[in-house]
Each structure stands twice: as C-alpha cells, then as structure tokens.
C-alpha cells in the first residue's frame, strides 16, 4: 500500500493517554495508539515520537513553584509516558527504544542524534522523553526540534480537535476549520497549532505539519496513506 511520508515525528499530548480519565494513563488507549503506530511501521515507514506530559504534571501551570524546577518535573512525566509506549510497542512486537533528553541510563537511552536515525533506519520506533531537556521550552519545540534533527518529512500532532479552526471550537459553534494554511501564517496569527517557537523551527526548515484528531487513533494510518485528515500546515 503507497504511503506518502518515509520517515514521520508523531507528536502525542499526555492527555491524549489519559483516554476519558482527567489524568493518568489509559492503558487501552495507549495499546489502542500503539496499534496504529504498528500499521504504520508495518507499511515500512519509520516513525518517532515526541510525548508530551500534561496527564501528570503541567509545569506552567505551577504558579507558586520555581518554572525551572517545574519544567523538569515535567521532562520527568514525559518519561513516565515513553515508557508507557514501549511497553505497548513491544507488547504488540513492534521493536523500539526510548531516548531522553536528561541521562537517566537505567530505563533509557541518551538522546545521541545518529543513534536515533539508526534505529530508524532498523526499522525500529524511537520515542523521545525529556522535551528538549532544557526548561522553558514544550514539546512542541521538541518535537520540532527533533523532526529537524532526524529529517522527518512531516510532524503528525495529535489533538483532541479535528484541525486548526479560526477560533476554539469548544467556544465559538460557528468556527472554521482550515484543510490547509500556511506556516508563516499560523505565526502571524499565533494560532494554537505549536508555540511560536516550534512553528518558526518548522517554516525555517520546511517541515509540515499535520493537525488531526486523535479520537480515532487510525486516523495516524490516513494521515500516512495521505488521506485528507485534519489540516495541512506547510
């Protein structure tokens, strides 16, 4: 079956893991992603992945901490949610390895760019934890970061929304929803795609990105087989 990207930066929201809960995880819902995530390497497309935190803890959120000390709270919860995956992963026989952006050598791997892109090039699923591994930056920048760094030819950013709309959605019922826009676009008009910072990343560099909704995790597949799913940002 033909696919439309070769090597793909899935960025997954934490509370995309929590399934119905407010918090936590889910464990079917992450089996259910990870079964996805297996259809698409089964295509032969190479995939890694940037997790993000929020089901666990959200260090901007924390107002009366100190925001480095909080942020690294954070890169710890996304570590909790790597694992996660590849336990997953490997329960459904997928091979994968989790690197992050802080050592901690005994459950993970350091981030070491071309060691990622060998395990990409195995045919194994990467999955980045730590955020950049500095404080004051999101995963988004991470995953930015990381699609520049291993040549991804596209960022799949799964959201609770079925794309970038003109307005929330949750708020306003009369809001649009855009197939595609351009990147210099969203930051102009500081749409909630990325933060301003990973959306800057991916026009510099010419990365797409595709915004779709996560509630049907094969929607990761579609997104692949390039089927029109969410809104293109490029």
Same mark, same amino acid.
């Given at each position: 079956?033909?696919v *439309?990207?070769?090597?793909?930066?899935l960025?997954?929201?934490?509370?995309?893991?929590?399934?119905k809960?407010?918090?936590?995880?889910d464990f079917d819902?992450v089996?259910?992603v990870?079964?996805s995530?297996?259809k698409?390497?089964d295509?032969?497309v190479?995939?890694?992945?940037?997790?993000?935190?929020?089901?666990?803890?959200?260090?901007r959120?924390?107002g009366?901490?100190d925001? %480095?000390? +909080?942020d690294?709270m954070?890169?710890? +919860?996304?570590?909790?949610?790597?694992?996660?995956?590849c336990?997953?992963?490997?329960q459904?026989?997928?091979?994968?390895?989790?690197?992050?952006?802080?050592?901690?050598?005994?459950?993970?791997?350091?981030?070491?760019?071309?060691k990622?892109?060998?395990?990409? &090039? *195995?045919?194994r699923?990467?999955?980045f934890?730590?955020?950049?591994?500095?404080?004051?930056f999101?995963?988004d920048?991470?995953?930015a970061?990381?699609?520049?760094?291993?040549d991804?030819?596209v960022i799949?950013? +799964?959201?609770?929304?079925?794309?970038?709309y003109?307005?929330?959605?949750?708020?306003?019922? &009369?809001?649009?929803?855009?197939?595609?826009m351009? %990147?210099?676009d969203?930051?102009? *008009?500081?749409?909630?795609?990325?933060?301003t910072t990973a959306?800057?990343?991916?026009l510099?560099?010419?990365?797409p990105i595709?915004?779709?909704?996560l509630?049907?995790p094969d929607?990761?597949?579609?997104a692949?087989?390039g089927?029109?799913?969410? %809104?293109?940002?490029?």
């Open positions: 079956m033909p *439309k990207y070769k090597r793909i930066l960025k997954l929201s934490g509370e995309a893991l929590a399934g809960q407010s918090s936590g995880l819902t089996l259910n990870c079964a995530v297996k698409v390497v295509l032969g190479q995939v890694a992945i940037v997790v993000g935190g929020g089901n666990f803890w959200r260090g959120s924390s009366k901490m925001r %480095t000390r +909080a690294h954070g890169m710890l +919860a996304t570590t909790i949610n790597a694992l996660a995956l336990d997953a992963l490997e459904l026989g997928v091979p994968v390895r989790v690197q992050t952006a802080i050592a901690m050598h005994e459950v993970a791997e350091p981030y070491i760019r071309n990622a892109v060998s395990h990409l &090039n *195995k045919g699923v990467v999955v934890g730590c955020g950049t591994g500095n404080p004051f999101s995963t920048t991470a995953a970061l990381r699609a520049c760094e291993i991804a030819d799949l950013k +799964a959201t609770n929304v079925d794309g970038v003109d307005s929330d959605p949750k708020t306003n019922p &009369n809001a649009v929803m855009y197939d595609s351009s %990147t210099a969203v930051v102009e *008009k500081r749409l909630h795609v990325m933060d959306a800057a990343m991916c510099e560099n010419g990365i595709l915004v779709f909704n509630n049907d929607n990761i597949l579609r692949v087989q089927e029109s799913v969410g %809104t293109v940002v490029q």
